[in-house]
């Protein structure tokens, strides 16, 4: 498989896990989210897709430069893989305890342990190629907005 090939498939991947925490989220974006007190950073709504489809974008370009390493690196790339696959994982899983069960104060727990997730990759990915590293920085930003932002809704909520 060429490099093309490789950033593709892991583009389209995250975008796909994209899409199914986007069905979770759709349904309380319009219903439960309007109804929480929300702190004065709040970004309007439309914000988040595009900002998620860019990050989505960059994450699984990010991946594909450190999967086309697998020649000469194996036990790193498989390293850093297997933390950005649980990365992802919990990426969709935020969605779902947030929106889905409807549940900020998990929510914030779990991100918590995403956001350290993220972390974990962004320095294995650095270490294998430096630009997959700063593709990552962003990603690492915005969750990092994005607790802050959970943890307000929480405590204005509780």
């Keep these: 498989m060429n490099k093309i090939t490789r950033i593709l498939s892991i583009v389209v991947t995250c975008l796909v896990v994209g899409y199914f925490s986007g069905m979770v989220t759709r349904s309380a974006i319009t219903t ?10 709040n970004p309007p ?6 900002v998620w489809s860019m990050l989505y974008i960059m994450m699984g370009i990010s991946a594909g430069l450190v999967w086309d390493r697998i020649e000469f690196e ?10 950005f696959a649980i990365q ?16 900020p104060m998990l929510a914030g727990l779990e991100i ?12 294995q990915f650095s270490k294998i190629n430096k630009i997959s590293g700063y593709l990552f920085i962003p990603y690492l930003l ?3 907005f994005a607790a802050v932002l959970n ?8």
């Excluded at 194996?74 to 933390?83: I, R, S, T």
């Excluded at 919990?90 to 409807?102: M, P, R």
């Excluded at 943890?151 to 509780?158: D, E």
């Design 32 to 41: 439960w989210y309007p109804t929480l007190i929300k702190p004065s950073f």
């Design 45 to 50: 709504n439309w914000v988040f897709a595009p």
């Design 88 to 103: 992802l994982a919990l990426n969709a899983l935020w969605s779902y305890l947030f929106f889905g069960l409807k549940n």
């Design 112 to 123: 918590i342990i995403l956001w350290l997730m993220i972390y974990e990759t962004y320095i």
């Design 151 to 158: 943890g307000s809704i929480w405590w204005l909520n509780r």
């Design 142 to 144: 915005w969750v990092s």
């Design 74 to 83: 194996k036990e790193a790339v498989k390293k850093a893989l297997q933390f």
